[in-house]
């Protein structure tokens, strides 16, 4: 065999992924590696960036109060929408799993609907539901008598969390039917015919096999949510800011770029410790589920 | 008295008629086989036993009790299905312990009979394996071990073998015949294995599309069939188109060059079947030229063409010389060893 036939086998891996590796190392790594070195650049009102290095930026987001308080509501916003996609997706999932055929594809869509939907008409509806006085849901439950004034739900966050938990509903629902496919069939009945009631087979049976799919469709879940930007953007506004939302505005409105670049470097390695943490942790405990 | 009945039980979906006109009677303490080909209705009649399903028609009793009126999870049967069904997020014990815990067992006795019901199927020291680290074998036997441990009334098994290699296969078929016969739970095994069926079973229940075509011990199925679909089903078989001649005296039964008297009742166009290791090389009888001579060991199988159209042949290994390929040869059974029905039938 000829040297020459050899390296080109060798070298035919690198030739054929070439094209994918330069377009990832152009569009995803330079430009990363570019936003972790601005986050150590100065900038001035009136001088612009001044490509030195110097931890003024991170040093700011240390200490200024305001940075740990908005980071805190990032991932207070993150953890309630992945807690509530949890505890309705996961249910929603089950019983979707059990429905005869025509029904089941229907609701599927039905579940899938948000996210063929625009986000912006979709937190939109949401503010035309619940939007201060002239919110549709707000204004029949006053007439009703129902409540005295409307139901905060713009700028807060607990607007946040319910817009945001519709829209990552279908990414936990998915993730859990996954785990409901993998069951046996004959399980449930298994259980029934040693005397199980179905509340032991949910909670004895059911429950700790889909559990692997409810963390996957969590950790889906959260780092979508902590990095999400434009549900925040309409309903929490300028007033209500997340870290993404605040990198946006250090970027486009103060002109700032190097604090918005560490404010989203610091969102970015936070989410990737979280996501590979708990990712870690679940397949050593769920390891005999998973095989 | 019937231990456990099922009578005139029919099962629809929609408008498929599943299971039609079923009923048996099963006694104390007996092993019995649902034989069928694969969607004749073996599972949906086991699952109604269950309590999984509901019959459309007819009831089923255990003890002369109603048992569709029971709730499934109230009915104390042990199931092993075809799949297993085993938990996987529980150990071996665990598994066998749930009925036990569902139970209220006490914990001190609970594991008692745990160890007690793995031992039983060969599985001390398993305890703590999770299922998807043991083999098809083992799973099998905690299955077994998971529907005995609640000492059910009776045993439900859904082709619980046929998951298996052969080897092993044969092996389990032994070990459930002497497990069964010790604690003499009765037991219903549903299969599509013919040998599986005979070899455990006290009686067989052959299925045909929903129905049953016949209900006897396996050595009556295998000599007297009921029907073309049982001599078929059990192992091979020769059928033969003959007629019964009744105009001459006494009356004959004729097939090609091979007769005999006549059997009472029957007249005109009748098929007789014989199991080809009934049939021998003789000086009278149908002739034949042999196709093809296969060497198994201990039997020869020979594939004929006769007067009658094919036929197969199978002889004992016993040393003595056998006829060759193209040999000219006549074929001839004694007529207790074979069955005779109405042509049709
Ligand atoms: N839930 C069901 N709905 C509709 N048809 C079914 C259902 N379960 C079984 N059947 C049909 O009933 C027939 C018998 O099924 P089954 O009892 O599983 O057969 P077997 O166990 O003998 O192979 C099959 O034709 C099958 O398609
Ligand atoms: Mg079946």
Redesign the interface.
């Known amino acids: 065999m000829s040297t020459a036939a050899e390296e080109r086998s060798a070298r035919a891996p690198w030739a054929l992924t070439a094209p994918a590796l330069m377009l990832f190392v152009g569009v995803l790594l330079i430009p990363l590696a570019m936003t972790v070195m601005l986050s150590f650049h100065d900038w001035g009102q009136y001088k612009g960036i001044e490509p030195v290095f110097i931890l003024k930026n991170w040093r700011e987001i240390a200490t200024d109060s305001y940075y740990a308080e908005m980071f805190g509501r990032t991932f207070r916003i993150a953890i309630l929408t992945t807690l509530l996609t949890a505890v309705l997706g996961a249910p929603e999932a089950y019983i979707l799993n059990r429905m005869s055929g025509r029904w089941k594809s229907f609701f599927l869509l039905v579940i899938l609907g948000p996210l063929l939907i625009s986000v912006v008409a979709r937190t939109l509806g949401w503010a035309l539901l619940f939007g201060g006085n002239n919110g549709l849901v707000n204004k029949l439950m006053m007439s009703a008598g129902l409540i005295r004034s409307p139901i905060p739900f713009m700028f807060t966050e607990t607007g946040m969390v319910v817009a945001l938990a519709h829209v990552m509903m279908p990414f936990m629902v998915l993730s859990v039917w996954a785990a409901l496919q993998r069951l046996?069939?004959?399980?449930e009945?298994?259980?029934?015919?040693?005397?199980?009631?179905p509340v032991?087979i949910i909670r004895?049976?059911i429950m700790?096999?889909i559990m692997p799919g409810v963390l996957s469709g969590a950790i889906i879940v959260f780092s979508l949510s902590a990095s999400a930007f434009a549900t925040p953007a309409i309903i929490g506004g300028r007033r209500l800011k997340v870290a993404a939302t605040l990198a946006y505005d250090e970027f486009l409105n103060t002109l700032d770029w190097p604090l918005g670049a560490a404010v989203a470097t610091l969102l970015l390695v936070a989410l990737v410790l979280i996501v590979v943490g708990s990712n870690a942790l679940i397949e050593r405990r769920?390891a005999?589920?998973f095989? | 008295m019937a231990y456990l009945e099922l009578d005139r039980v029919a099962k629809q979906f929609g408008a498929q008629t599943v299971v039609d006109d079923f009923s048996l009677a099963v006694g104390k303490g007996e092993f019995i086989s649902f034989l069928g080909p694969s969607g004749c209705g073996k599972t949906t009649t086991l699952q109604m036993i269950a309590g999984f399903l509901d019959p459309t028609r007819g009831v089923i009793r255990l003890e002369g009790k109603d048992l569709t009126a029971i709730h499934p999870a109230k009915r104390g049967l042990g199931i092993v299905f075809q799949s297993y069904a085993l938990f996987p997020h529980m150990t071996a014990a665990e598994n066998v312990a749930f009925g036990l815990e569902m139970r209220k067992v006490a914990r001190g006795e609970r594991a008692e009979r745990v160890r007690a019901a793995l031992a039983m199927v060969g599985l001390a020291g398993y305890e703590d394996r999770h299922p998807r680290r043991m083999s098809g074998g083992q799973q099998q036997r905690v299955a077994l071990a998971r529907a005995l441990v609640i000492k059910p009334s009776v045993l439900l098994l859904d082709e619980p073998l046929s998951n298996l290699d052969a080897k092993l296969r044969e092996e389990m078929q032994i070990e459930l015949r002497q497990i069964q016969r010790t604690i003499g739970t009765t037991t219903i095994l549903v299969t599509h294995d013919q040998n599986e069926a005979m070899s455990l079973s006290d009686r067989i229940v052959v299925m045909s599309q929903g129905r049953i075509e016949q209900i006897a011990t396996p050595q009556e199925t295998y000599e007297r069939p009921a029907s073309a679909f049982v001599s078929q089903f059990l192992g091979k078989t020769n059928d033969f188109a003959a007629t019964i001649d009744r105009t001459s005296a006494p009356a004959r039964l004729i097939a090609g060059s091979w007769s005999a008297p006549a059997p009472a009742g029957l007249s005109g166009p009748v098929t007789v079947s014989i199991r080809p290791e009934r049939i021998g090389f003789g000086d009278a009888g149908l002739t034949a030229k042999i196709v093809t001579r296969i060497f198994q060991g201990n039997h020869w199988l020979f594939q004929c063409e006769s007067e009658c159209g094919p036929a197969i042949v199978i002889r004992q290994n016993d040393g003595q010389s056998q006829p060759v390929e193209g040999e000219a040869v006549r074929l001839a059974w004694r007529p207790e060893d074979m069955s005779v029905r109405g042509a049709s039938a």
């Open positions: 046996d069939p004959q399980i009945n298994a259980a029934l015919s040693l005397g199980a009631s032991t004895r049976i700790p096999q769920y005999e589920v095989r």
